[in-house]
Structure formats: C-alpha cells, structure tokens
C-alpha cells in the first residue's frame, strides 16, 4: 500500500531532461515507483493534470541555522517548494552539527538542512567574540591553525558537508588550511568574497579560485552580483572566468537572488544601530531596546537626529581606518580583493516610499538633488518622516542584464540568501522579498514570463545542481529509491507575491509539497507536519 500516489502530472525530474507523463508512488518517506502505467493502491491519490511534478527544490544559500529552531514550521521556504536549505553559509555555521541535529529532531522541523561550517564562526569562537574577528585582521598562530582545524574536522565528521567563509578579515594562508581539511573529507568551500559588496569583485572571485585550485577544493562564489551602476557588466567577466576555470578543470560555480535591489531594511536601522558596523546597521543588527514608536521620536527630534547622524559617520570613518589597516597587512591577492567601506551617501537606495514614489530606485544623493536638500542623509530622514517609518530602503540596485546572464550560465544556481520564518518580523526590520519570493520570481518571471529559462533547466538549478555540488546522492532528482521531496505546481497560474509593497507574501500555485514523504504543504496550506532533518553528508 502506498502512502500517496501522484498520478497524470508532468514529471520534470530535476536531471534537465524534457518532462514526461507519469505517476509517482510514495512509501515510507521514499520513490516507490515512477510509471506510465497506473499506480494501484494508496492511502490518498493526488491528481496532477496540468500541473508539473518536480523534486522539492533546494535553497543553495540560506542562513536558516540562526532561526529553524525557533521557526520550525519553515513557511516562508515551504511554501516556495523549497524542501531542503544549505544552511550556515557567509562563514556563519556553528562546528557542533551533532548538537544542531539533535535539537531539531527533539523540536522538529519542516524541511531539511545540509549544513556548512564556517570559518568566521569558529574564528569567533576561539578569539572570543564577533565584535574582535569582525574589526581586526588577525593572523592565526600555529596552535590556533591547529585548533581551527579540529574544529572543521569536528564538524566534517558530524556530517557537515563543507566550510564556507566571508573571509573579511582572515589571511589566505588560514583559509587555505582550513579548506584542506574540508577537502579530506569530501567537503566544498563557499566564499562570500572580500570583494562581494563593491568595485573589487573580479579581484574576490580571482582570490577564490586561487584557493580552489591550491587545494582541489569544489568552490561554489556566493550571490554573483554587480552591485551599483559603476560595476554593473562585471557578472559577465566573472562568469567568463568562471567558465574558464572549469574548463580547466576547476570544480567551480556560483549562486544568485533573483532580485534588482539588495537586501531590504528599515532606513531608521542605519541611525539607530549604534556601535555596530555598517554592514550591521545595514542589516539592521544590533537593534536597540527601544519600541517602533521611540525610533520614530528620535528621528523626529533634531538634535537627538544630529547625535545619531554624528554616531552614524564616526561609524563610517572608523570602518575606512580599519579596511585601509587590513590593506596594509594582507598579502596582495587579498588586499587588492578588500573593497573600500560602505559609503551610505552615495551607496544607499530609497527601494519604496510610499509618499515619494517618485523616488523609487533611486540613490539618496540623486535624491538629495531633486530635493534641494545638501546632506543626502539629511534628505533620507525626510523620506523617512513622511511615510511615517515605512520606508524600505536598499544598499544598491541590480542589473537586469547581469541577473539574466548569470542564470544562463549551466553551472548558477538559486540561493534565497535568507532564513526560514514562520512569520513576518517587526516593521524596524522588515520581511525580504528574497525571503519570501526567490524561487517563485525565477519561476514565474524568468520562465513562465519571460522564457529565459525552460522549466526543465530552472528546475535543475534549484535542484540537481546543488544536490551535486554539495553530495547529496538521495535528492534532487525524482528517482526511485530516492527520498520523496516533492513539489507539485501550476505552471499557468504560479505567481510570485513577495514585492517591494507586500514583502512576506506567500506565492500562488504551488498547492502540494512532501518533505521525506510527509505532505507539509496540503491544497496550499501548511499541514502543522515536521518531518525535516538535519542531513549527514555522504562518507
């Protein structure tokens, strides 16, 4: 008897291969069969006609470890289809993946997570704190190496499938270590780039693929992007070079968002995230003890606006020192790698004012201009003041161009860059259309609207693809045997919701998804099921 059979749907079976007609029969959370021939014998038959049947897909980049325990439902990635996350990237996974995978199997979750350890999180752990690995260039001792590298195998042998790293402020020489001991267990590096967020990208990328072809290591470069007008074109050299690469027998590929704009905050944040970073003001970290409406006062009041302004630009000032004093100390493939700091003046986008849409998309200095207003904050603040605190606003725009040619190249896959929520957060941090949209804008813009992807090759990108890259043996493709992560969807009527307007809303068309052959999303609606697991990679 089967649990469930998936009977009259277009098979896209995540290889690339054209769709074809069949049925598909689930027992005890696995591919029982897939047939042309009719499928006898179910607890519950799922009629498929017209809609396409595909492995649930898998979000190549996500940071879903900092919430899944306490969003175990996972509905804002379920609901996209996504069945299992990549988790701990930006070299932000903790070592201990056996105690990770415990606590989820005692709180349960709803989909899977294949788990990164990161090199900036276990740095953190030996050099005690964030607040010291993220401001300091900090060469690693011999014994520190040691350590490190106990750790990676710590979390290499609980099942970790490989390291990632943001590497800002680590020597190549420790990465290099580091992803050698990755590598001896069949592990893969992902690299959020030094040079990830500005003029410097080819430089990162160059850096990347000297550390993969030092050590053999698999290289996946994170969020493949050009960012701001000056750099927009890059994505087509990296891609070129990444291209090369692999023909020279470089185990190299990339991932992407599929969106315009960065990711979204609440301007206020910028202000109000004293003795941060900027990049964690931009990300809205660490956010006072202070409700919505106190925010709003201070940004109200003058002179409590002007003390923040002034606590904002010594930020800015103290991060320039810092980057040219890494400058200074890194070895030349990474300096030449390190972009200069944030400047927010000339780098920062108003993404959606609801009483100047005017002004949409556009930088604040341009902004500042029209306005006849000096400082470009000065005109930010304005912004914020007249829609009443729900300015959303962005760190630079995309190029369509750019985003289309990466997705063309076979070897880019989707990765959401977000965390799993089970519902939307506080309005002074805002829910992310990346969040809520990623794989439904491919589908729907880039395939159902557009046709700059067939279905079959989107699919593979957000399947097959990462499962190959990370291991994964037993997913990513509808096969018999292997285990039933499946998504069914409407290929006429799949939209996406998440828009710059209305950021958490779920997308239309998808009304079934199983994870490890539990059904957790039921004609559209969350059955409450958790049968998600934290993976081992493959030995």
């Not at 992007?225 to 070079?241: C, D, F, L, S």
């Not at 003795?275 to 956010?287: A, D, E, L």
């Not at 990474?334 to 944030?342: F, I, K, Q, T």
């Not at 958490?504 to 059904?519: A, F, K, S």
Request: overall charge negative; charged content about 25%.
């Amino acid at each position: 008897m089967y649990d469930y059979v998936i009977k009259n749907g277009k098979i896209i079976d995540g290889t690339g291969n054209p769709w074809f007609k069949a049925n598909i029969g689930v027992i005890d959370g696995k591919i029982a069969g897939i047939s042309k021939l009719t499928i006898v014998g179910a607890e519950r038959s799922i009629n498929a006609e017209g809609l396409i049947v595909a492995p649930g897909f898998i979000d190549s980049h996500t940071h879903s470890d900092s919430t899944v325990l306490t969003n175990p439902r996972c509905e804002n990635h379920v609901r996209q289809g996504v069945t299992t996350n990549v988790s701990g990237m930006c070299g932000t996974g903790d070592y201990k993946v056996e105690e990770f995978r415990n606590m989820a199997q005692k709180k349960g979750i709803a989909i899977n997570m294949a788990h990164m350890v990161g090199m900036n999180k276990i740095r953190e752990l030996m050099y005690g704190g964030r607040d010291r690995t993220r401001w300091r260039v900090i060469k690693s001792t011999e014994s520190e190496v040691e350590e490190l590298k106990k750790m990676v195998s710590q979390a290499m042998e609980e099942g970790a499938f490989g390291i990632s790293s943001s590497m800002w402020n680590m020597y190549s020489e420790d990465i290099l270590e580091l992803c050698d001991v990755a590598v001896s267990y069949g592990g893969c590096f992902d690299l959020h780039s030094r040079g990830n967020d500005g003029q410097t990208l080819i430089e990162g990328l160059k850096e990347g693929l000297l550390i993969a072809e030092k050590t053999g290591i698999p290289l996946n470069y994170s969020h493949l992007y050009a960012r701001h007008p000056a750099n927009w074109g890059k994505t087509v050299e990296m891609i070129r070079m990444i291209a090369e690469s692999r023909k020279k027998g470089l185990e190299v590929t990339c991932d992407v968002y599929p969106t315009l704009l960065c990711m979204p905050s609440n301007p206020i944040a910028l202000f109000e995230c004293q003795g941060g970073t900027m990049s964690g003001r931009i990300h809205s970290y660490p956010m006072p003890d202070k409700t919505f409406e106190q925010m709003m006062n201070d940004m109200k009041d003058n002179e409590t606006y002007e003390e923040l302004k002034k606590d904002l630009d010594k930020c800015y000032e103290k991060e320039a020192m810092l980057i040219h004093e890494k400058r200074e100390k890194l070895p030349f493939v990474a300096a030449s790698a390190m972009p200069d700091v944030r400047n927010l003046r000339t780098q920062y986008v108003v993404a959606h004012s609801k009483s100047h849409p005017e002004f949409n998309g556009k930088y604040i200095n341009d902004i500042a201009v029209a306005m006849g207003i000096e400082d470009p904050l000065d005109a930010l603040r304005k912004i914020i003041l007249d829609d009443e605190g729900t300015t959303i606003g962005n760190t630079g725009a995309f190029r369509e161009e750019d985003l289309i040619a990466a997705l063309k190249a076979s070897f880019t896959s989707i990765g959401s860059d977000s965390s799993v929520l089970d519902a939307p957060p506080p309005p002074e941090r805002l829910g992310s259309w990346r969040s809520y949209g990623s794989f439904s804008i491919v589908l729907d813009r880039y395939v159902r609207q557009l046709g700059i992807l067939s279905w079959e090759e989107a699919i593979r990108k957000m399947t097959s693809l990462v499962a190959n890259r990370i291991g994964l043996r037993d997913r990513g493709v509808l096969r018999e045997g292997n285990w039933a992560d499946i998504v069914v969807f409407d290929p006429k009527s799949i939209k996406n919701n998440a828009t710059w307007e209305t950021p958490t809303r779920y997308p239309d068309g998808i009304p079934y998804v199983l994870v490890n052959g539990q059904m957790v999303i039921d004609e559209g609606e969350h059955t409450g099921a958790l049968p998600g697991k934290v993976l081992r990679r493959p030995m």
